[in-house]
């Protein structure tokens, strides 16, 4: 016949055992909840920089397909209007946070008011007004999404075709 000693955990030993487990959960939940945290952050920047990205590429590709500068209906810091090759009316402005072309969003999220910004470049570089000796168009584009915030610049030559 044993003892008292039974061979089982004391409280004590079970409340210690208890409070580290505690604490080492704590400290696994802390590091899983600051992984998910980045990896949201990132889903965020990648989601906008996409976004930026494919509405950036299109403005450029569309703005190279003006025949020439005479072709440019309208040229505002946030707005451009213009002809295209095929004689289509294209036109990209700044609408709230929206970017649209003619009627359709080709963006949302830009930062407001400056979220599309249009400067009208000559031959020299230098910024003009006069249409005749715009040349290119160089394109600011700021989206956000939540605290991200993503800044593109691009500039598209124009065709100067006669």
């Given amino acids: 016949m044993k003892g008292n000693n039974s ?4 409280l004590i030993e079970t409340a210690i055992v208890i409070s580290l487990l505690a604490v080492i959960s704590f400290g696994i939940a802390s590091f899983i909840m600051t ?3 980045a990896w949201l952050l990132i889903s965020q920047r990648d989601a906008v920089v ?3 990205r494919t509405a950036m ?5 569309e703005l190279r397909r003006i025949k020439k500068p005479q072709n440019i209906l309208t040229s505002e810091a946030a707005e451009v209007g213009f002809l ?8 990209f402005k700044q609408s709230g946070a929206t970017l649209l ?5 080709l963006a949302t999220g830009l930062a407001s008011p400056e979220g599309l910004r249009f400067t009208y470049l000559d031959a020299t570089g230098e910024v003009t007004a006069v249409k005749q000796d ?29």
Wanted: glycine fraction near 8%; aromatic fraction near 4%; proline fraction near 0%.
């Fill in 101 to 105: 072309r003619n009627a359709d969003i």
């Fill in 35 to 37: 992984s998910i945290q």
């Fill in 134 to 162: 715009m040349r290119s168009i160089r394109i600011l584009l700021v989206l956000t999404s939540g605290t991200q915030l993503t800044t593109l610049e691009s500039a598209a030559r124009i065709r100067n075709l006669q």
């Fill in 50 to 52: 996409g976004r930026s």
């Fill in 7 to 10: 061979g089982g955990f004391t």
């Fill in 57 to 61: 590429n299109r403005m450029v590709y």
């Fill in 84 to 91: 295209d090759l095929d004689s289509q009316i294209v036109d």
